[in-house]
């Protein structure tokens, strides 16, 4: 019993890394207004950027719109949702939900600090699980099936493309449906 869980420990210690790394981010685009807090901070009358109401970052819809996540993913209703948080420098998260499938996808664009520190921690914790190598992507890309996601790298650039609550169900090949929302996005970063 002791060596299944020593088998399995850095397997789960590195999902639930990478699960809250994602997690407080949003892709909130800043609000210039109040040097760079989250959203509109201002609006909810009392400044404080963790109680700002959820907004949807526009720069999201240029890097991958409604109609193209939903031709890559063969979801109908799979649209940009609005998020909270406070974006940092150099990484922007677009999260796209279908509430018919239960399925969110996150795409995380990382460049210049963001790609030195966020993206290259989630480059490690992927290598940590066996990933697939997937070819035609970027310089180099892995995915890493124990967590759904796909990271790539092209030049100084990192793009992440995670799948959450996917299953045979809502999503029939994970990769494949990354790879197609990485190949979008690609052409655009």
């Not at 948080?85 to 998260?93: D, N």
């Not at 969110?104 to 290259?120: A, H």
Request: glycine share 12%.
């Amino acid at each position: 019993m002791r060596r299944h869980i020593t088998r399995w420990a850095p397997l789960a210690l590195a999902s639930v890394a990478l699960t809250a790394l994602l997690a407080g981010c949003s892709g909130a685009a800043p609000d210039p207004g109040n040097g760079g807090g989250g959203g509109n901070a201002a609006a909810s009358g009392n400044g404080d950027a963790v109680n700002a109401p959820p907004v949807k970052d526009a720069d999201c819809g240029t890097i991958i719109s409604d109609k193209d996540m939903q031709k890559a993913t063969g979801l109908k209703d799979i649209a940009l949702e609005a998020a909270s948080g406070t974006e940092k420098q150099g990484e922007q998260f677009c999260p796209y939900r279908s509430a018919t499938y239960n399925l969110t996808v996150i795409v995380g664009v990382f460049k210049g600090g963001g790609f030195d520190t966020t993206y290259i921690d989630m480059e490690k914790t992927a290598n940590m699980q066996n990933p697939q190598k997937v070819t035609g992507l970027g310089d180099s890309a892995a995915w890493a099936d124990a967590m759904n996601t796909l990271v790539v790298r092209k030049g100084q650039t990192g793009l992440s493309v995670m799948l959450q609550n996917a299953n045979k169900t809502n999503v029939k090949d994970p990769k494949k449906t990354s790879s197609a929302v990485a190949k979008l996005v690609l052409g655009k970063i």
